[in-house]
C-alpha cells in the first residue's frame, strides 16, 4: 500500500515537472517572437495573414472601445509594454500610449498608416446631421481615418504593413511578402466581385448612426448620411432634413454599430421603413466586415 502511494505521487510529481517545463518551454518561445500591437483590432487579422505564426499579434484595445472619444487606460499601457512595433492610425490616444511608453526604457517602433494613404475629409465622402449645431449638412473640415474599411486603401496599407514587419525581421522578409501578396490578391478579388454585386446601387444612399462607411461608399460610389455627434441624437429639425435627403438619396437600409449611439439611425429607419442592418466597424476581420456591409446593402 505503501508502494503505490509512494509510486502515485512520484508520478504526479513527474507530471508537474513534465508540465511545467512544458510551460516554461512554451513562455520562452513566446517571449522569443516580436511583437507587434495595433491601434484598434482590425489590423490583427491583416498582420496576422503577413507573418503567420512568427511573430505575436494583438490588439491594444478591443471591440467596445471608440477611437475618437476613449481615454487611454492601464490596462492599454499594460498591452503596449513590450511591444517591439506598434501600428496606428493617427487617433489622438496613440500618442499618449506612446510618449507614455517611450518614456521608459523600452522604444516602440511605430506605423501610422493614416501618414502612408490618401485620406478623405468628411466633406468628400459623407453628408452628416450635424447633432451639436442644430444644421444638416456636408461634414466640413476633418479627416476620415476609417480606412481600414475601403479595400482599395487597404491594398496601399498592406505594402506597408509588408515593409513594416520585414523590418522587424529581416531573415522572413521574403516570407512577409509572399504572404501580403496574396492578401493583396485576395483583396484584389474582393473588390472585383463588389464591383460588380453593387453597381446596381450606385449612386444611392446608406444611413449609418457613425460615418464609418466613407472610404467603402467612396470606392463603390454610394453616398454615406450619417447622423450623430458626439453621441448626441439628431434634433427634430435635423430629423427632417434628413429625412427629406435620405429620400431624395432613394437610401437603402440603415447601419448601426454597438460602439456608437445608434438611437437617431434607428427612429430614420422607422420613420422611411428602411431595414436596419447592424455591424461591427471594429471587428477584428476587416474583409469580412466590408463583405457583410456589401450583403446588407444587396440582400
Not at 522569443?32 to 505575436?56: H, N
Not at 476613449?70 to 500618442?95: C, W
Not at 473640415?141 to 509588408?162: A, C, F, M, Y
Request: some cysteine; glycine content about 6%.
Amino acid at each position: 500500500m505503501k508502494t503505490g502511494r509512494f509510486m502515485k505521487r512520484l508520478c504526479s510529481f513527474l507530471l508537474g515537472i513534465f508540465f511545467l517545463a512544458s510551460c516554461q518551454s512554451s513562455s520562452t518561445q513566446d517571449k522569443g517572437k516580436p511583437l507587434v500591437v495595433t491601434s484598434i483590432p482590425p489590423y490583427v487579422s491583416l498582420v496576422k495573414a503577413i507573418v503567420g505564426d512568427s511573430m505575436t499579434v494583438t490588439s491594444a484595445t478591443g471591440g467596445n472601445f471608440e477611437p475618437h472619444t476613449s481615454e487611454v487606460t492601464p490596462r492599454h499601457m499594460k498591452a503596449m509594454q513590450n511591444a517591439d512595433l506598434f501600428i496606428g492610425i493617427g487617433e489622438p490616444y496613440e500618442k499618449k500610449l506612446l510618449n507614455a511608453i517611450n518614456q521608459g526604457s523600452h522604444h516602440v517602433h511605430s506605423l501610422e498608416l493614416a501618414q502612408k494613404v490618401p485620406l478623405l475629409s468628411f466633406s468628400e465622402d459623407s453628408h452628416v446631421v450635424n447633432a451639436c449645431h442644430g444644421s444638416s449638412e456636408s461634414h466640413q473640415g476633418g479627416e476620415d481615418r476609417h480606412i481600414w474599411l475601403g479595400p482599395d486603401s487597404l491594398i496601399l496599407q498592406v505594402n506597408h504593413l509588408i515593409e513594416a514587419v520585414s523590418l522587424l525581421n529581416p531573415e522572413m522578409a521574403y516570407e512577409y511578402d509572399r504572404n501580403g501578396k496574396a492578401l493583396i490578391a485576395k483583396i484584389r478579388k474582393l473588390i472585383e466581385n463588389l464591383q460588380e454585386e453593387l453597381r446596381p446601387f450606385q449612386k444611392r444612399a446608406i444611413i449609418i448612426s457613425h460615418p464609418a462607411l466613407g472610404y467603402f461608399c467612396h470606392e463603390f460610389h454610394l453616398l454615406q448620411i450619417a447622423v450623430e455627434c458626439e453621441g448626441k441624437e439628431p434634433l427634430p429639425r435635423d430629423a427632417a432634413n434628413i429625412l427629406r435627403f435620405a429620400k431624395n438619396a432613394d437610401a437603402i437600409c440603415v447601419f448601426t454599430a454597438p460602439q456608437f449611439n445608434n438611437k437617431g439611425a434607428e427612429m430614420i429607419a422607422q420613420q422611411l421603413n428602411l431595414r436596419v442592418e447592424n455591424f461591427d466597424p471594429l471587428n477584428e476581420d476587416p474583409l469580412a466586415t466590408i463583405q457583410h456591409v456589401a450583403n446588407a446593402i444587396t440582400q
